[in-house]
């Protein structure tokens, strides 16, 4: 694999470390003693949305590798399925357990059993139940866009730039559509605010395939500026829309500064080649658990310092509290990566057959990485 796809490690990293500083200044800045000193970082963090930008570099980043991932190692459906599912589900259902757990410990809260039952198909959102996490729906998005690129797999249609520009349409299409009914004054319903943004993630993630074609084969480079251009310019459909009192965004300008920059951040990630940074790196090697559990250090550090004995931790900086809630999810993160991702992922590889587990058993049997999933 190129330098250049390896760098995607460090996106990431970067992502997943945007998204705990985005969650950790929400939850931190509403402490009193906390706020008069971190009131300047907190509102930078809020206003470029570094949570945004760390979601919409995630569903690039998956757009760019896994259809090309299916294709170039031509893996049958069932095995895809086997290798996603134990890849994600794990780590998943221990996050999901946790999160329930400090539900009720934290906040009394007992979650009824139907909603962690829908929880633990990642489609709940669907299903008419709410997220345990709200983070979760962005793991409906992820699946969706699995299934949809094993339906065009089946079809032989998972490398057409056309099929893939129209998918990448109809969830903008949808996408607008949706938020046009939501703001109508006739409608009798509601839709939740993750329900509405799932067609276009699952758009983000099919421009994201546009760029990997046009990367991989250097053709049909109108289908990728097409897909680039609609998907990222719905900043400034936002705006118009927002002045004409139809307000998809309560700030236009914030929705579109963390489009742009994300498309930025990554247009650089996988065109300009450099050294990819270790730490960062290492980090989007664990980002997924990163990402899964950052809320249960965040939620167990505002605990702390609601107790009697945890006045010693309030009164510091916000940089500080967000410095030590990241170290210690890197550390919660590669800690669950180890003893439940890995084992779990090399488990999904023996059961589909992927030479990728006998890399170096089998080194004479000419088995080598072909594309990373």
């Not at 539900?103 to 709410?130: E, K, V």
């Not at 339906?151 to 490398?159: D, E, H, S, T």
């Not at 109108?222 to 965004?249: C, K, M, Q």
């Not at 945890?310 to 030590?324: D, N, Q, S």
Request: aromatic content about 14%; overall charge positive; glycine content about 6%.
């Amino acid at each position: 694999m190129s330098e250049r796809l390896l760098n995607l490690d460090t996106l990431r990293g970067l992502a997943a470390i945007l998204v705990v500083w985005q969650h950790g200044s929400e939850v931190f800045i509403h402490n009193p003693e906390l706020a008069h000193q971190g009131m300047v970082l907190a509102s930078f963090i809020s206003q470029v949305d570094f949570g945004k930008i760390g979601v919409l570099c995630f569903f690039l980043i998956s757009g760019f590798v896994i259809p090309h991932s299916m294709l170039a190692a031509n893996r049958s459906l069932k095995n895809f399925a086997i290798r996603r599912f134990f890849r994600l589900y794990p780590a998943y259902w221990v996050s999901l357990t946790v999160a329930t757990v400090l539900a009720w410990l934290l906040h009394d809260q007992i979650l009824p059993a139907s909603t962690i039952l829908a929880n633990t198909t990642m489609l709940q959102g669907l299903l008419g139940f709410g997220n345990v996490q709200l983070l979760y729906w962005t793991l409906t998005a992820e699946l969706i866009f699995y299934c949809l690129c094993a339906v065009m797999f089946a079809q032989g249609q998972l490398g057409s730039p056309k099929k893939l520009l129209l998918l990448c349409w109809g969830g903008l299409s949808l996408f607008i559509s949706l938020q046009l009914l939501e703001q109508s004054a006739t409608h009798h319903f509601q839709f939740p605010t993750y329900i509405i943004y799932l067609p276009f993630a699952i758009a983000v993630m099919f421009c994201g395939a546009l760029i990997r074609y046009n990367y991989e084969t250097n053709t049909g480079r109108h289908y990728t500026l097409w897909a680039v251009a609609s998907t990222f310019s719905i900043p400034l459909l936002v705006w118009g829309l927002y002045i004409l009192g139809w307000p998809i965004s309560d700030d236009p300008i914030r929705f579109a500064l963390s489009h742009l920059i994300a498309l930025g951040i990554f247009l650089m990630t996988v065109s300009i080649p450099f050294r990819p940074l270790r730490f960062m790196a290492s980090a989007g090697t664990i980002s997924y658990s990163i990402y899964l559990f950052h809320l249960t250090v965040v939620y167990l550090m505002k605990w702390a310092m609601s107790q009697p004995w945890g006045e010693m931790f309030i009164g510091y900086p916000l940089a500080i509290y967000l410095a030590v809630t990241t170290a210690v999810s890197l550390a919660l993160a590669g800690f669950i990566y180890r003893f439940i991702e890995r084992p779990f992922i090399r488990l999904g590889r023996v059961l589909s057959g992927d030479p990728l587990t006998f890399e170096n058993a089998h080194k004479k049997k000419g088995y080598k990485i072909i594309a990373k999933a």
